[in-house]
């Protein structure tokens, strides 16, 4: 496969719609192309950035007015479209059978919903075998305060969250190390922790199928299915997952998960909110939110 394969697949590849097969190989590609691996990150990047601003821009929303004179207009074309003929036996068997396709297509998305968390437990446990096990990384790690200028300013957080030692009911959670890598094509704030004599991986990374509403409870979850005797949890926070990967049991792992990344979870939520609502009310510039992502 080579980069113009990659390039024209790229959408695709983000929205994990691809086989297997296929993302195999653009993976290889891209572990061994760092061009190809800055386009992807770029348009990631670029991706998440126009959906937050946009999500955070009041003046891009349509308002109440203008909802309930749309849903108005549709229900009144709606139903004199079924009053303008008698309904046929055969327009009730097309109808019935779009309900039946809409039921399975709903099914199917139930059921792709899954696919983006277990890849992101995939990347997870990849990055903390790579970079916290064996060193073995395609990109040198960055510096957290230069990733946080470069790629997210979310990981500024991870500069002093957690603390160097976090006090839990069984035992003491040391932070030996803190910087930014990456795994195929995400890119993670990393910190690496010493605890009951396993590493543990606190991994904090953009993640565009959380809503960021900032209301969800901080409840640690194991997800993905172990891998290589790794396991997973995720809290969310608003735009972003923070997970941990570690060997130790399940229960233990969200135990840990709950002291140290919940925490994170509602500093960023705070951080959030603080964006959303600085001082003084103004609405920060649709610009002005591009230009402090990048």
């Not at 039946?100 to 199917?108: D, K, R, S």
């Not at 930014?180 to 904090?204: E, K, N, T, W």
Request: aromatic share 4%; net charge positive; glycine share 8%.
């Amino acid at each position: 496969m080579n980069c113009r394969d990659v390039r024209e697949m790229a959408a695709s590849f983000r929205s994990e719609e691809l086989m297997t097969e296929t993302n195999r190989e653009i993976l290889r590609h891209l572990d061994a192309c760092p061009a190809c691996r800055t386009e992807i990150d770029g348009r990631r990047r670029l991706r998440g950035a126009l959906r937050g601003a946009f999500n955070r821009a009041p003046e891009l929303q349509p308002d109440a007015e203008f909802q309930r004179r749309l849903r108005g207009r549709l229900r009144h074309v709606s139903i004199g479209a079924v009053r303008s003929r008698p309904v046929s036996p055969r327009w009730l068997a097309l109808a019935a059978s779009v309900l039946l396709a809409i039921g399975v297509a709903v099914v199917f998305l139930k059921s792709r919903a899954v696919v983006p968390e277990d890849a992101l437990a995939r990347d997870a446990a990849g990055d903390h075998r790579n970079c916290a096990l064996k060193y073995r990384l395609v990109r040198m790690p960055v510096p957290l305060q230069e990733a946080a200028e470069r790629f997210d300013r979310s990981y500024r957080l991870l500069l002093n969250a957690p603390p160097d030692e976090i006090s839990t009911p069984h035992g003491v959670a040391r932070v030996v190390e803190r910087h930014s890598c990456a795994f195929g094509p995400r890119r993670f704030g990393h910190v690496i922790i010493h605890y009951q004599g396993r590493v543990v991986s606190l991994l904090m990374t953009a993640h565009e199928g959380k809503a960021g509403d900032g209301e969800r409870d901080a409840s640690p979850r194991v997800i993905g299915r172990p891998t290589d005797g790794l396991s997973v949890t995720s809290v969310d926070g608003p735009r972003h997952a923070i997970l941990l990967v570690s060997d130790l049991e399940d229960d233990e792992l969200a135990r840990l998960s709950a002291a140290v990344s919940a925490p994170l979870a509602r500093q960023l939520r705070a951080q959030g909110a603080a964006e959303r609502h600085p001082p003084g009310g103004a609405s920060p510039d649709l610009m002005a939110l591009l230009s402090g992502i990048r």
